[in-house]
């Protein structure tokens, strides 16, 4: 093997990322080239590609520079461009942390949603990001039920179930936004099971998290600043939907691999 | 991270391996870390592991030390170990030559199969393997066609078919073998899609590509030492039923990136 590309695998209750250290912004990451790297057969395969790169170096955060020095290039894996990923930026301040390019404590990450405010220790102890204000809307119907409609930049239907383990596969009648099923599990603690529009369930969802967490807090009446426990089937969240309006992500963000990709298999 | 356990990814028509080199056969490999490294959301991802050990240093093949210096411990996702994997054997030998343990040309490989005949050039062509005999018995009923059965080792129905690509989802009515379904391309091609036992339906095997083309030449009347391309949709193998009545595999090999497994991830 020729060492070509340098990157990190991780993951954050198990939805999971490939890292590509770009730190001279130099690396021409090619929708065809995420494609190839998150191929869970034929490449590394991940859920997305983190490209990590200083702000100055890339032009949608080059304004952002002074207040964010690392921007996170977030792509999916079929390739395009997503502007925010909440168990992604997670692993990426890991990352940041662990390989000492920023000291650990409060840090503030470029992403295209704009600067994301984020909180962590040295080590593996979990990951905390400010997800933003959740914005309430009508409820909608899903399958006869009135779910509660969240925004967190993208659109949620929460829809409160006795057990999110007898759903069986989940088959939600709307597939334009995302929908997510909630168990009460104790006053401060729910299960949820997520489906992602356009991807099917998935393991975990942090903007899903968040609006599960918002909705339970309507419905129940739960004050704000409430830390909730959120058990997804990829882990264990945290969120607390601030008195500021705000939702807080915390949890955990997994560095577990890294290495070079084979320059050939690059260029071929 | 701290560097713990070196690994290699690799894939044969996407059908993909973790690569551990254990020179020192000092490596513990419990079914634990098995399913850990092979889980392809928590850990690096692939249908299986192939530990790369010298075999006087293994005890399942330290008779076959002085003809075969190294063993393929194969072991499943699962954690089981299995005798032999036709695409993973030759993935082994790759990197066998491009590390330089092995001289490019003939390689004899022990595995738990017994010993096993692998030719390589240096460089990024084909690995065939000889994958033994074949044992061809008395038709059985999938879906109210006669299949023909084959014995690679492994049990195999192969059931002809007008188009592979019209079949929707593979359900076959049998699915205490493998099934596959093969479509005539030409006088020497066929395509293949396969429904593994015990996994479903997989972009590659190679014990089908063998028993597809076998039941091929049965069927058309082909006269052995045939090399019969087989398309699957991981890629292209070419399969060559000898006069000797041994299956000769053939095929890509790709080792795609190179590095190492976190030290705390692993003892956690």
Redesign the interface.
Known sequence: ?RAGLR???G?GT???FVLLPDLDGQLDLSPELVRRVCD??????ADGVLRVVPSRLAPEAARDADEAPFFMDYRNADGSAAEMCGNGIRVYARYLV?AGLCPPGHLRLATRGGIKEVDLEDG?GPVSVDMGPAAVGDPVDIDGVAATFVDMGNPHAVVPVGSVSALGQLRPARTDLNVEYVEDLGPTAIAMRVHERGVGET?SCGTGACAAVVATSLRIGAPRDTAFDVAVP?GKLVVTWRADGHVVLCGPA?????????A??LGA
């Not at 869970?40 to 395969?45: D, P, Q, T, Y």
């Open positions: 093997m990157f990190l695998k993951h198990e939805n999971d869970r057969r034929a490449g590394l395969g662990a593996p393991r990829g997994v560095l577990l691999a890294e290495g070079v990709l084979d050939s298999w």
